[in-house]
């Protein structure tokens, strides 16, 4: 099943809507929205919900309890 | 033997009879009349300045129409329009589509006050409200209509109002929500008191000084005229105000104040902000978007909330840190998603960088790198290495893009009710949301419309819903235009 979300990248400026399989992990989905930024990212990514907390990269979206409409944040470790 | 003046106005201005077969609630239902519904005694101190008869009106209206005739008729067809900046006429097409329709909205809602306003004088005031926001649309069609020979894109004078563009959709959700769908008091604070009174000056004045130094002196002068206008009818707005709060409707009114004020706020920073920072020659800015902010617009409403010994609202400081910085963002947004508009949008190049630089001290720092970005792409990949392919998330109020206040400081935020899930730019938005979600909660948002399967998802086929869709129709880099591929039609199918 899909799902929307909203997600931001740390540094960017604005939020983009992202589709994707409920089933991907958390890895996948930061890695969606990266490929999208303006800015090649390097280095460890994580991802935080609307709470502040970190989600498990390995966790699939359904079971990081990331449901249709939430925001999602994608904090880099660089970027080149 | 005449009679003065001063003998009769006021006699014909309050007239007014009371009912012997009808209750006031009937004839002045609250719904159409507005909250709180107060009795008729209540009312009967209503007055404003202006105290114009309809014989004062004609005359000085039609005054005010030659003069802008005359400024247009001196020039001769080519004189008007030849030799205005490229950037300037842009503005002058973004403003046309998101403002001069919604003039002629403004009109059915003065008419309302002019029915159910519960003074006489506050009627007489609105029905001379409702015939400037007639001349007010028609006079700048005009404007719109010379232009037509430079660019067939102004036919967004007229068009945009009508079109699900993205920012016609939130012009018409604020407009409604201020005036179109609104009783007579809430329209009397909404729009002639926070909108009329705190903003319109800003993009009525200050656009028209720009104007000036831009040479585009048939728009200046319509600006200039129209603001004269507004400043008369605005006055509807002070003692409706005062009698709400002196008469237990203080709460409501603060309230109304807040949430217009943010709303509007929100308009200008995407709509004026940008635009006379971007769009308006170098030569014709002599004040940044912030300082006419601060001395225009700020200080007039500090004063004026203290008249009437009203809180700040509650997001004071969350505003004043975006003065610094959200249209900026918001600009990045326009120029990424230019595809989307009816106008054109530049890279600022060196000259307008450093202008913004010396206009806020932290702009090549945070927005510079950005701008850049742009720049290495177009060199690298052409135009489509700067376009956007992902949806942008909206705003489930304000219906903008959810952009950061500054890059990495990011202000949205939700909401769940009724098993749906409302997107947020900012705080303020989602209480303006929470406070009557009935209100808003049913509105879709172009993101929730693509999503539910009602406006198409790729975005060729979601141009051609928002009304651009020849390629020559779209908004493109000011400087570099369009690459030639633009041109080669789309197959169908
Ligand atoms: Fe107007
Ligand atoms: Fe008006
Ligand atoms: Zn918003």
């Known amino acids: ?80 | 033997m005449a009679i003065l003046r001063d003998e009769w106005l006021d006699l014909a201005r309050k007239v007014d009879w009371e009912f012997r077969y009808v209750d006031d609630r009937d004839v002045f239902p609250e719904e159409l009349s507005g909250s709180p519904w107060l009795p008729r005694s209540a009312w009967k101190d209503w007055n404003e300045s202006y105290r114009t008869s309809y014989r004062e009106y004609v005359a000085n209206q039609r005054a005010k129409d030659e003069s802008v005739r005359s400024v247009r008729d001196a020039l001769d067809k080519v004189r008007l329009v030849e030799g205005l900046d490229r950037g300037w006429l842009q503005l002058v097409k973004f403003h046309n589509g998101a403002f001069v329709l919604a003039e002629y909205a403004a009109v059915p809602s003065e008419l309302r006050m002019a029915r159910f306003g519960r003074d006489a004088a506050w009627r007489t005031m609105a029905t001379l409200g409702a015939l400037d926001e007639i001349r007010h649309t028609q006079v700048q069609l005009l404007v719109g209509h010379d232009l037509l020979r430079l660019d067939e894109n102004f036919d967004w004078t007229h068009r945009a109002y009508h079109t699900n563009e993205w920012v016609m959709i939130a012009a018409r959700h604020l407009f409604d929500d201020m005036f179109v769908a609104a009783s007579a008091i809430d329209t009397a604070i909404q729009l002639n008191f926070v909108f009329e009174t705190g903003f319109t000056n800003l993009q009525f004045m200050a656009l028209a000084a720009m104007a000036d130094k831009a040479d585009h002196h048939a728009f200046e002068k319509a600006l200039a005229s129209i603001q004269t206008d507004e400043s008369r009818h605005a006055q509807i707005g002070h003692p409706v105000l005062r009698t709400l709060i002196e008469n237990g409707g203080k709460d409501r009114a603060q309230f109304l104040v807040d949430k217009m004020w943010w709303r509007c706020w929100r308009a200008f920073l995407a709509t004026t902000g940008t635009a006379m920072e971007y769009l308006t020659p170098l030569r014709a800015r002599d004040r940044s978007f912030k300082e006419f902010m601060q001395e225009w617009v700020v200080d007039q409403f500090v004063k004026n909330l203290e008249e009437f010994e009203l809180d700040r609202p509650w997001f004071w400081d969350l505003f004043l840190e975006e003065i610094e910085f959200a249209h900026h963002s918001l600009q990045l947004g326009m120029y990424l998603y230019r595809t989307t508009l009816w106008f054109d949008e530049p890279v600022p190049d060196a000259a307008e960088r450093q202008w913004l630089q010396s206009n806020y001290p932290h702009w090549e720092e945070v927005y510079g790198p950005m701008w850049d970005r742009f720049d290495r792409a177009w060199e690298a990949e052409g135009e489509a290495g700067t376009i956007a392919y992902a949806l942008p998330a909206l705003c489930n109020l304000c219906q903008l893009p959810t952009v950061f206040l500054r890059p990495g400081r990011n202000t949205a935020c939700t909401l769940e009710r009724d098993g749906r899930k409302y997107l947020f730019c900012s705080e303020p938005c989602r209480w303006i949301f929470e406070r009557e979600p009935e209100r808003f909660a049913d509105h879709r948002s172009v993101v929730d419309r693509i999503v539910a399967g009602q406006a198409p998802g790729k975005l060729i086929d979601l141009h051609e819903w928002m009304g651009l869709g020849a390629s020559d129709h779209k908004g493109k880099d000011l400087r570099r235009g369009l690459e030639p591929w633009r041109f080669v039609p789309v197959p169908k199918g």
């Open chain 1, 1 to 80: 099943m899909r799902i929307y979300l909203f997600g931001y990248l740390d540094d960017d400026f604005y939020g983009r809507v992202v589709l994707t399989p409920a089933e991907h992990t958390v890895a996948d989905l930061a890695q969606q929205l990266v490929s999208w930024a303006p800015v090649t990212c390097r280095g460890a990514l994580f991802v935080t919900n609307e709470a502040g907390a970190v989600l498990d990269p390995a966790a699939t979206l359904d079971a990081a309890g990331l449901r249709n409409g939430d925001i999602f944040t994608v904090a880099t470790a660089g970027e080149e």
